[in-house]
């Protein structure tokens, strides 16, 4: 099959995104580009890409399972909560650590969630587990920069919701160029040229890649619930729906 019959393309796009796309269709066995696609690292940001056992690192990505979560609570929208968002928004400045490298600083930091204890942690070469178990638990519940936020909004019923957006921060960046380099041969912690890594599901590195990516997500998951709960607090609101 020729490369451009695997590929669908929605919207209008930048020639170099569909490079980008058209580099990894050559590998793939379908790829389609979203209508807000945009060049990437390798793959680009909006691709999708299907391999047959084999799972693509730069396609899953740096910050692994990155995405959104949202608390609807029993909150109104009302003009004495709108002259107090300054101060509402200082505060989660305050409490929720925005930034790169950054930790938790709260006392109720999620350090002993679970998933410090999963199998999963084998995966990861015996000389740096217990450093990057230590850096994930420093960072659960941290946000990170770039486009990752915390917002307090409401609904056309002025339901008061609260939003965050992030990912599985350095862990989920550490394990990516992890599996980058052991997939050029090269040494967990080493640096390499970004290019696509495909590791095949039945082989031991596929494995230990696919747990620790799942392991990535359980991790950018309790973090986001960490933040937008710790949110719903400083607003004085209870959860109705997650």
Not at 106 to 133: I, K, M, N, Q, Y
Not at 201 to 217: H, S, V
Request: charged share 25%; proline share 4%.
């Amino acid at each position: 099959m020729r490369t451009r019959d695997k590929i669908a393309i929605f919207g209008e796009h930048e020639r170099s995104t569909i490079a980008q796309l058209e580099d990894v269709a050559g590998r793939a066995e379908r790829a389609a580009l979203m209508a807000d696609g945009h060049l990437g690292y390798v793959m680009p940001i909006g691709g999708v890409a299907a391999y047959k056992n084999k799972v693509s690192v730069v396609g899953v990505g740096f910050d692994i399972a990155c995405g959104n979560a949202a608390i609807r609570t029993d909150l109104k929208y009302t003009p004495a909560l709108a002259e107090d968002l300054p101060a509402i928004a200082d505060e989660i400045q305050n409490t929720v650590s925005f930034g790169i490298g950054r930790r938790n600083r709260a006392d109720d930091a999620p350090v002993d969630h679970p998933l410090f204890e999963s199998p999963a942690w084998e995966a990861v070469p015996g000389h740096a587990r217990e450093a990057l178990r230590s850096k994930a638990r420093a960072q659960l519940g941290t946000v990170g920069s770039g486009n990752h936020y915390v917002d307090v909004f409401a609904d056309e019923n002025n339901d008061i919701w609260v939003g965050v957006h992030f990912g599985s921060r350095g862990f989920g960046h550490t394990v990516a160029s992890g599996f980058l380099a052991i997939g050029q041969g090269a040494k967990w912690g080493a640096r390499v040229p970004e290019r696509e890594v495909l590791l095949p599901l039945e082989k031991p590195t596929g494995q230990d890649y696919w747990a620790l990516m799942t392991l990535a997500g359980e991790y950018a998951y309790a973090g986001r619930e960490w933040v937008a709960r710790k949110v719903v607090s400083i607003l004085g609101g209870k959860e109705l729906e997650l």
